[in-house]
């Protein structure tokens, strides 16, 4: 135990280093062989990515088995939370991209329509990550992607024709028309975030049942924790290969869709960490919110971009930058949600056992 032990503080210390190594090695395997990009997308189905799925099932099945799922419904007695979480996360949320998009990429159509995509897909998956460095309440992260999927499968049509049939002629930008059914977004929730959960929920079930809590939290918990570093590496480079010679070439294209991303992210966990604070949130469920509302669906986003634009589109190719950017910008706000815990949640001249990557 000492040993395993020891090779997760190893992990957990670099794990910055070893993002920023997989984004350079992703990069650099699309640049320099150009056939890799062809290479792993002969491996979908549809729109889906299978190597880039099982990454994502992988990264995000860990955490899911540490969840008691018998206290998600608690969540329902904190309404203020929920109703501040729907509030920024679905409404504050969609229009801030929208307006980051507009003013920064304007001349700039298809990325502008990427954003916007991006914009209307809170997060499902990468959030459960985050929380769980930040060490965030993982039952009320579980129930809060769950309602997030939902509301993604029946409005996430309505939400694309309202901002791009209607809000962008507002603005005096042509409209433009997305094609995008319930069942294929369903299809793609089901996917990234069905098939981790219903493993999780059977594992964490039979585990207990026939070897006990003992066994499942002392050998079975450890055992399997180091997947989600080693599979959200290897998300990190599958997804950046896929582009890398794009974002190699075209490094001013990468710049302008990054500046309104950055913005977007920070504004919104400052301003959900502290309206959580506000109403009287506990660090745990302020940092749940957070990152669930910072955070975006680009599985889902570039899903529906491939889908309806094709894999070379710049929308395709805004949806792709998206990780890139997340990726760093969350793994710092990390490190600022563990600064906010020492300043708000810490009682003046204690020091705190938690430690920012």
């Known amino acids: 135990m000492a040993l395993h032990k020891k090779r997760l503080n190893f992990l957990d210390s670099y794990l910055t280093l070893w993002i920023f190594l997989a984004m350079a090695i992703g990069v650099s395997i699309g640049y320099f062989i150009p056939s890799s990009s062809s290479f792993i997308n002969s491996f979908s189905s549809g729109t889906t990515n299978v190597p880039l799925a099982i990454g994502l099932i992988l990264m995000m099945y860990p955490p899911l088995t540490k969840i008691d799922f018998s206290k998600i419904p608690l969540m329902f007695e904190k309404p203020k939370l929920l109703s501040a979480s729907f509030l920024i996360t679905w409404i504050v949320g969609p229009f801030l991209m929208f307006l980051l998009a507009t003013f920064f990429l304007k001349d700039y159509p298809e990325y502008m329509t990427g954003l916007i995509i991006i914009g209307i897909a809170p997060c499902i998956a990468m959030v459960i990550v985050w929380n769980e460095l930040a060490e965030g309440n993982r039952e009320l992260t579980a129930g809060l992607i769950g309602i997030n999927s939902l509301l993604q499968v029946f409005f996430f049509g309505l939400y694309a024709y309202f901002y791009l049939e209607i809000m962008l002629p507002l603005f005096g930008i042509k409209g433009l028309e997305l094609n995008i059914t319930v069942a294929q977004i369903a299809t793609t929730v089901g996917i990234y975030l069905g098939i981790p959960f219903a493993l999780a929920i059977i594992s964490r079930y039979i585990i207990k049942k026939f070897i006990g809590d003992k066994w499942f939290n002392q050998k079975f918990i450890p055992f399997v924790s180091p997947i989600t570093l080693i599979a959200l590496l290897f998300t990190i480079?599958?997804?950046?290969?896929?582009?890398?010679?794009?974002?190699?070439?075209?490094?001013?294209?990468?710049?302008?869709?990054?500046?309104?991303?950055?913005?977007?992210?920070?504004?919104?966990?400052?301003?959900?960490?502290?309206?959580?604070?506000?109403?009287?949130?506990?660090?745990?469920?302020?940092?749940?919110?957070?990152?669930?509302?910072?955070?975006?669906?680009?599985?889902?986003?570039?899903?529906?971009?491939?889908?309806?634009?094709?894999?070379?589109?710049?929308?395709?190719?805004?949806?792709?930058?998206?990780?890139?950017?997340?990726?760093?910008?969350l793994i710092i706000l990390v490190n600022v949600a563990f600064w906010l815990k020492k300043k708000y949640y810490t009682k003046s001249g204690l020091r705190t056992e938690t430690k920012p990557l």
Not at 260 to 272: G, R
Not at 276 to 290: P, Q
């Open 237 to 329: 480079v599958i997804m950046f290969s896929l582009k890398g010679e794009m974002i190699v070439d075209l490094p001013l294209d990468v710049i302008r869709i990054a500046i309104p991303l950055v913005i977007f992210f920070t504004i919104m966990f400052f301003l959900m960490f502290f309206v959580s604070k506000k109403i009287g949130a506990n660090y745990r469920d302020a940092v749940a919110l957070s990152f669930t509302a910072s955070g975006n669906n680009f599985e889902l986003a570039i899903a529906v971009s491939i889908g309806v634009f094709g894999i070379n589109s710049g929308q395709a190719f805004a949806g792709v930058i998206g990780p890139l950017v997340e990726v760093p910008a």
